[in-house]
């Protein structure tokens, strides 16, 4: 490790003893080492570039050797000092740290999700603007499940019963899971993740906690966090926390709301706001990138093949690009708001996005929309829900239009979209040899 006073004297300071070595790989999920802390002072840490290519599943795609130069060679990792966390739930005194990927000639790594993040965010500072976030998480809590084959269901609350009834921001419905609820927030104020409020969403045990808004990578870290911290209170209260889309057919599905603004780098000001007070030409440019480019970059918001079964009718997810004024129906919702803090709702992400592609996706739809001033449509008044159905309907499907705009392949970078779209493709393919229970239902003696 390059020494980096602020890291040794953390470890110092805490006595930590291990510390985890952490990388975000293409799902978003934590890969990475153990290393001694006093190791870890002494040495660089190197991984395999191999595990920025694996599919959830493990796998390799058919472009792995190709885009890897055939050798699966190790790159170099850099520590953010500015991640440095205690971990609550380690058994010993541990720290996590997350690190950036570089190649071996020094370069960014060109398939790691948080580069890709930080390279959207180098064009907004180029533009002398800075992009302001702040994400809402839901998730479901299901009891232990450890059959695959089995539907999930609802644990049992401090009452004694599932829920069976929906229970959208009750106090007591939360309040059935208040071990877990105490946990999760002792160990988010142990790790600093800025969390704000939680309330209990519409599902059976479907929580939802949001962010204070700030910074896209910091938040992103957080987020990337924050799901694992989850998990961890969830199974210390002997049951699952899940970021699944969609893990239950009768309940609706869980989202990652993003909501976004942009504020003039010099002055602070928020630039979706002119002088009179009224949403700005920059507002409605950033709005019609949401419109134009979503389609393209839909399987960054929705990258697996659960991901588009919440994608219904149901008061849950949207179906179509039409944005409106406070109006939750709408994929693109303009909250209600002063001038200060006029912002966009991207309600598209579902829970189960990679936080680092799902917030680099979201603003770099804007940006474009901002360079080419991409007019959007007019605001949409009803109930969208009622409107025709837009958006692709597997994951086949959206990627597909990764690869069909040839700006969001120069933005991201085309070998990243290259590898995105194997590795997800390799998903697809897996899933698509399962046969389900609907189908020897309904195909074994009827057809």
């Known amino acids: 490790m390059a020494s980096d006073k602020t890291i040794e004297n953390w470890l110092k300071d805490n006595e930590i003893k291990e510390i985890e070595c952490l990388v975000p790989d293409m799902t978003g999920n934590a890969r990475g080492k153990f290393i001694p802390a006093k190791k870890f002072l002494k040495e660089d840490s190197r991984m395999p570039e191999g595990i ?48 950036d990927c570089f190649t071996k000639d020094g370069q960014p790594h060109p398939f790691s999700s948080r580069n890709i993040l930080k390279r959207v965010l180098a064009l907004y500072e180029k533009e002398g603007l800075t992009p302001i976030i702040a994400p809402e998480m839901e998730f479901y809590l299901v009891e232990q499940n450890p059959d695959p084959d089995l539907p999930l269901k609802p644990p049992i609350g401090r009452s004694g019963r599932p829920e069976s009834a929906r229970q959208s921001y009750s106090i007591d419905a939360a309040n059935e899971f208040e071990p877990f609820v105490k946990l999760m927030y002792n160990y988010c104020e142990a790790m600093e993740l800025d969390i704000d409020t939680l309330i209990h969403e519409s599902g059976a045990a479907q929580l939802e906690v949001n962010f204070l808004h700030g910074d896209p990578l910091k938040l992103a870290d957080q987020v990337f966090t924050f799901k694992r911290t989850v998990r961890e209170a969830a199974l210390k209260n002997g049951i699952y926390a899940t970021f699944m889309a969609k893990p239950m057919s009768t309940e609706p599905g869980s989202a990652t709301h993003i909501h976004q603004s942009l504020l003039d780098s010099s002055t602070g000001n928020n630039v979706f706001a002119n002088e009179e007070g009224e949403y700005s030409e920059t507002f409605y440019h950033y ?8 389609p393209y970059v839909m399987s960054l918001f929705a990258p697996n093949v659960n991901s588009y079964r919440r994608f219904t009718r149901e008061i849950s997810a949207p179906i179509n690009l039409h ?104 998903e697809f393919e897996e899933f698509h040899k399962v046969i389900s229970s609907w189908e020897r239902e309904h195909f074994l003696l009827k057809v």
């Open 52 to 99: 920025l290519a694996q599919s959830v599943t493990g796998e390799y795609s058919d472009d792995y050797w190709d885009l890897l130069d055939t050798i699966d060679g190790d790159m170099l990792l850099k520590p953010d000092p500015s991640t440095a966390r205690l971990v609550p739930w380690a058994n010993e005194v541990t720290g996590q740290i997350i690190h």
């Open 287 to 294: 709005m019609g990138g949401l419109q134009k480019y979503t």
């Open 323 to 426: 944005w409106g004024y406070d109006n939750r129906t709408t994929g693109l919702r303009v909250p209600d708001a002063d001038p200060k803090n006029y912002r966009v709702e991207n309600r598209f992400p579902g829970a189960d996005v990679n936080p680092y592609l799902a917030i680099a996706a979201t603003l770099a739809c804007g940006y474009l929309g901002m360079k080419n001033k991409t007019k959007p449509s007019e605001a949409f008044e009803g109930n969208a829900y009622e409107e025709d159905a837009e958006l692709p309907r597997t994951l086949e499907e959206a990627l597909r239009g990764l690869q069909e705009d040839q700006e969001i392949i120069d933005l991201f970078g085309e070998s990243f979209i290259q590898l995105y779209t194997s590795v997800k493709l390799v």
